[in-house]
């Protein structure tokens, strides 16, 4: 079993994370898995900022573990920060040194010159972890998530970060031992970037699956753009499908969405244990959607 005295938690702030989540999720896992508090196979096709996969690395024995992200940035920062943590954190160390002394003004242009405008300039190969300009851009992307407005990620049309600056009084860009332990942590886990389906889970192993995707707006101004693609009613519909096909195999399948009042996931995953979970929302541009709200947790078992 991992070592619960050095628990890791997500390194980036991300939209839709699941930390609020997280004591409901555990009360709600696979019978046998809360008996054992053994995983043979875990897999996260929309692992985000990881807040789920964190926990359970930290308080269960997984055999392996697999993620998976459409984002190649975020991806990225996951490859780097387990294979190359020391590098990754001497560059944070400089940003951070830089940023902190500075004055609101500075602080500014300091944002907008040192971290974003390089970061949306920076061309990397993302099946090379290994670079200066790989380790450089991630370090880049964790600053610019620590300093920039409400902690969001989004990017634009092309591809390009665009959140403004934030009003931080003492970020912490560098969090050096959640660095190390997420590092450790990552040590069995396979990290892929992709569609959800191309994940292949091996037949003769009985996974646990959680799926955490882009949440269907509860108004036509909610926030699903993680990247430059967006998540909609028919790519919901055929998560659905190939949800039902992962059920078939008999694999364990968890998956969260947002309570929509039009009853459109009673019918997409009619047959199903669908139960309604309270979750507090930070990450909401409108403050009508931030606090308490309900959410969907949809098992097979």
Not at 45 to 64: D, E, H, Q
Not at 102 to 107: I, K, M, W
Not at 131 to 146: D, F, G, P, R
Request: charged letters at 30%; a positive charge; hydrophobic letters at 35%.
């Amino acid at each position: 079993m991992h070592n619960i005295m050095n628990p890791a938690k997500p390194f980036l702030k991300w939209a839709g994370g699941k930390r609020q989540l997280l004591n409901e999720i555990d009360k709600n896992l696979p019978p046998k898995i809360l008996k054992t508090k053994e995983i043979d196979l875990y897999i996260e096709p929309f692992v985000g900022g990881g807040a789920l996969l964190f926990y359970l690395l930290s308080n269960y024995s997984i055999k392996k573990s697999v993620i998976n992200d459409i984002n190649p940035d975020l991806i990225l920062s996951y490859n780097v920060i387990k294979l190359f943590p020391k590098d990754l954190i001497k560059k944070l160390e400089k940003i951070e040194k830089e940023f902190l002394p500075l004055e609101y003004e500075q602080r500014k242009k300091y944002f907008y010159n040192n971290l974003r405008i390089p970061y949306n300039k920076l061309e990397v190969d993302y099946t090379t972890p290994n670079t200066k300009t790989s380790i450089e851009k991630v370090a880049l992307l964790i600053a610019l998530n620590k300093t920039c407005f409400n902690g969001l990620f989004r990017q634009n049309s092309k591809g390009e970060f665009n959140v403004p600056f934030g009003r931080y009084i003492n970020p912490r860009i560098l969090d050096k031992d959640n660095i190390l332990n997420v590092s450790n942590l990552l040590k069995n886990t396979e990290i892929f970037c992709g569609s959800y389906e191309s994940i292949k889970i091996p037949k003769d192993t009985k996974a646990f699956v959680y799926f955490d995707p882009p949440y269907r707006p509860l108004t036509n101004a909610g926030f699903t753009k993680y990247s430059k693609e967006d998540f909609n009613d028919n790519d919901q519909k055929q998560l659905a499908k190939y949800f039902r096909e992962l059920d078939k195999a008999k694999h364990y399948l968890m998956l969260s969405n947002s309570d929509t009042k039009d009853k459109f996931f009673d019918e997409l995953y009619k047959g199903f244990n669908i139960q309604k979970v309270s979750a507090k929302r930070y990450i909401n541009s409108n403050s009508n959607g931030r606090g308490n709200i309900n959410e969907l947790l949809i098992k097979n078992y």
